[in-house]
């Protein structure tokens, strides 16, 4: 059973930047495609950047680009979200998930798809 755990939320004001981490504590980080997911209140989970399993695709969705960066480092066992000028609409509890990939360049949107996820970390954006 994997286990994944995030790090790295907070409280920040509008424009600033926090880096989120997502660590692995079963197989190794490469064995897997990633993503990052986010659930404001009272709105479903969505799914905010993938990555595939050698870091070489990712997807974003529209609100996010140009503003994150989703990276891995597999030597680290590490998943990343670089967030920058963030805004009150990023305030959401954000879930790293994980997915075995045969191909190690497919990136999966589809959170159905994510058999383990993280516990969550809360990501505030003061206006």
């Known amino acids: 059973q994997e286990q994944l755990v995030e790090s790295g939320g907070g409280l920040v004001q509008a424009g600033g930047s926090l880096r989120l981490a997502c660590a692995t504590s079963?197989?190794?980080?490469?064995?897997?495609?990633m993503g990052w997911f986010r659930q404001a209140p009272g709105k479903e989970r969505e799914i905010i950047a993938a990555?595939?399993?050698?870091?070489?695709?990712?997807f974003y969705v529209d609100s996010v680009k140009g503003r994150f960066t989703i990276s891995r480092d597999n030597v680290k066992n590490t998943l990343y979200l670089q967030m920058n000028m963030l805004e009150p609409e990023d305030t959401a509890v954000y879930y790293c998930?994980?997915?075995?990939?045969?191909?190690?360049?497919?990136?999966?949107?589809?959170?159905?798809?994510?058999?383990?996820w993280g516990q969550g970390t809360q990501v505030t954006v003061s206006s």
């Open positions: 998930a994980a997915e075995s990939a045969l191909s190690p360049q497919v990136v999966i949107t589809d959170q159905d798809r994510y058999d383990y």
């Open positions: 079963g197989r190794t980080l490469s064995a897997y495609a």
């Open positions: 990555i595939s399993r050698s870091g070489g695709r990712t």
